[in-house]
């Protein structure tokens, strides 16, 4: 079993920058792959970006240029630094992990998931 543990959501203003963390715990030298997803109110999980380890990443086309992942595998924490949020990126934000992914965007392939962060993007 593996455990993923975010943090860094929060409150930030349109234009501002946030860095969520995810933690991996367990299990964690079978991990494929490490992710996000997001979940904005009355809307479906989004896939957000993903690390396949050890280095190679890959951000959705709607964050290009503004979000960006990144790893560090000696501490099993991979990292999703936000920079010019919108208020549309407000969403809560789950990490997720794999032992073999083969769909990034589909949730179904991801095998743990996080309880979630809460970002709040205000205009």
């Known amino acids: 079993q593996v455990q993923l543990v975010e943090s860094g959501g929060d409150l930030a203003q349109a234009g501002g920058s946030l860095r969520l963390s995810c933690t991996a715990s367990?299990?964690?030298?079978?991990?494929?792959?490490t992710g996000w997803f997001r979940q904005a109110p009355g809307k479906e999980r989004d896939f957000v970006a993903w690390?396949?380890?050890?280095?190679?990443?890959w951000v959705t086309e709607s964050v290009q240029g503004r979000f960006t992942i990144s790893g560090d595998n000696a501490k099993n924490t991979v990292y999703l630094q936000m920079n010019n949020l919108k208020p549309e990126d407000t969403a809560v934000y789950y990490c997720?992990?794999?032992?073999?992914?083969?769909?990034?965007?589909?949730?179904?392939?991801?095998?743990?998931w996080g309880q979630g962060t809460q970002v709040t993007v205000s205009s």
């Open positions: 997720v992990a794999g032992t073999g992914v083969v769909h990034p965007p589909r949730p179904s392939d991801w095998d743990y």
């Open positions: 367990g299990e964690t030298t079978k991990l494929y792959a």
């Open positions: 690390i396949k380890w050890p280095a190679t990443t």
